[in-house]
């Protein structure tokens, strides 16, 4: 039965990849759109039932990206419809990976490997994404982190920061509020919706004289601000007080 099913997310995988192939040449079609939230409904059901979590969580959240089109809050534009098909392609990946077979009964024993042991001086550097529509705000955050030794990941928008916090890499998230596809608020509303990421810990970067803004992010689940203009100052001590300093 989970055979059959993994065979029926491959197909669905490939009907959702034939959907968005479509939608990019027909972008003003509501039929097309209807056709590929449909499947990427279809998708996700499957994939729960066959344990692709993170292929259910991917399709979910086109389903939902195409919803916010149809009701007019976004604009489907190249750069969107790149994004899906680049999701797709992954999901077609995730259905055809092979499923692993549990060992037999009879087998006998692995013997437990043990934990590598790095040489002394070679330590995790922190990760850090940092979510801004502004590349010069984004250069900016990304020279002062990677200055001070954090990895830096960066994301043009909400949508693209939350398949990077899907990877599972990332030690920190610092957010702008205002960014296109998915604003830093609902990014955080995301993140703490998922028991995964409930701990993470998510910075707002904030006008310095919007204190809405603050309250706002407070209210979805972040852990703190920082005031934009004063990222010198202020945003590499607020990172190393969630997650700590390195040694850069």
């Known amino acids: 039965m989970l055979e059959l099913l993994r065979v029926q997310a491959q197909t669905q995988a ?19 759109l209807n056709a590929c939230a449909s499947a990427a409904r279809s998708f996700e059901a499957t994939a729960h039932m066959v344990g692709l979590e993170a292929g259910a969580e991917l399709a979910r959240s086109m389903e939902e990206c195409l919803a916010a089109v149809r009701r007019g809050e976004i604009e ?3 750069q969107l419809i790149g994004m899906m098909l680049q999701a797709v392609d992954l999901l077609d990946s995730m259905a055809k990976l092979p499923r692993t077979t549990p060992p037999t009964p009879s087998a006998a024993p692995k013997p437990v490997a ?4 790095l040489p002394s001086g070679r330590k995790h550097r922190p990760v850090v994404l940092v ?26 928008d909400g949508l693209e920061a939350w398949y990077a916090v899907l990877s599972g890499n990332i030690d920190l998230v610092l957010t702008d ?3 296109p596809l998915l604003d830093g ?4 509303r995301r993140i703490r919706k998922d028991p995964r990421f409930k701990k993470l810990p998510v ?4 006008d310095k004289d919007d204190v809405q803004q603050r309250w706002r992010g407070f209210d979805a689940g972040a852990t703190y601000y920082v005031i934009k203009g004063t990222f010198h100052d ?7 007080t969630r997650i700590g300093p390195t040694d850069g």
Do not use: H, W
């Open 114 to 117: 043990q934990p590598v042991q």
């Open 76 to 78: 489907l534009q190249q």
């Open 234 to 240: 202020t945003l590499v001590e607020a990172v190393a």
């Open 203 to 206: 910075l707002l970067a904030c």
């Open 131 to 156: 979510a801004d529509d502004c590349m010069e705000i984004r250069e900016l955050e990304r020279k002062l982190l990677r200055f001070r030794g954090y990895d830096v990941v960066t994301a043009a």
């Open 177 to 179: 509020v205002d960014m």
């Open 14 to 32: 490939q009907l959702l990849t034939n959907c968005v192939i479509a939608l990019a040449r027909d972008p003003l079609s509501p039929d097309q």
């Open 185 to 188: 608020i609902q990014l955080i």
